[in-house]
Each structure stands twice: as C-alpha cells, then as structure tokens.
C-alpha cells in the first residue's frame, strides 16, 4: 500500500524558512506528478505548486512566486517545497498529493504538515 508522508512544518517567524518534504513509500514516486496544496482554517484547500514526474514542468501560484520553490529527489522518492519569506497568510496545513497522469492511475494524499507563521 503506498503511502506518503510530509514533514518539515512549524513555527516560524515572518520572513523566515521551512522546507517541507513529501516522502513517498511503497511506489515510485517518479511515475507521479506531484503537487503541495494548502487548507488554512476555514478555508478552501488551494494548490500552491506542481511539480511535473521529471522536474523539468513547475506551476505555482501568484502569492508564492519568488519566494517558494519546489523540487524532487526521484532517487529519494521525495518531492520538497522550500518556502523562504514566509509570511502570516502562508499558515495553513500543507498537503502532498501524487498523481499517476494516466488514466485510471493511482493518487495519493499525505496527511499534512502545520505551518505557522507568527511572531
């Protein structure tokens, strides 16, 4: 059964860093398009940046652009998301979902990680 696992979240202070990870077990991630969304409190879950099976095709959106940036480690099985400048309306839960772009392939969803930007 395959599985993925963020981590990486926290607390940080305006301005700062985190890096969240997204690894994936029992599949290879390198079939995937990989995607990091978020779900702030209260509202809709949003996509923050997509990253295509190769690496080579990002998409992202408007509030992230300059200041986040994803990549994956196929060798890894990891897909990361570096977020520098953080600011407050960056907190929300963060999501990873694997999508197999076939059709009838596979997808997959983490549990989350909090981000918290305060101080």
């Known amino acids: 059964q395959g599985q993925l696992v963020e981590s990486g979240g926290g607390l940080v202070q305006p301005g700062g860093s985190l890096r969240l990870s997204c690894a994936a077990s029992?599949?290879?991630?390198?079939?995937?398009?990989v995607g990091w969304y978020r779900q702030a409190a209260g509202k809709e879950r949003e996509l923050v940046f997509t990253?295509?099976?190769?690496?080579?095709?990002?998409n992202y959106m408007d509030s992230v652009k300059g200041r986040f940036t994803i990549s994956r480690d196929n060798a890894k099985n990891t897909v990361y998301l570096q977020m520098n400048s953080l600011k407050p309306e960056d907190t929300a839960i963060y999501y990873c979902n694997a999508e197999e772009t076939v059709v009838g392939g596979d997808s997959y969803w983490g549990q989350g990680t909090q981000v918290t930007v305060s101080g």
């Open positions: 990253i295509s099976r190769n690496g080579v095709l990002t």
């Open positions: 029992g599949f290879s991630l390198s079939r995937f398009a």
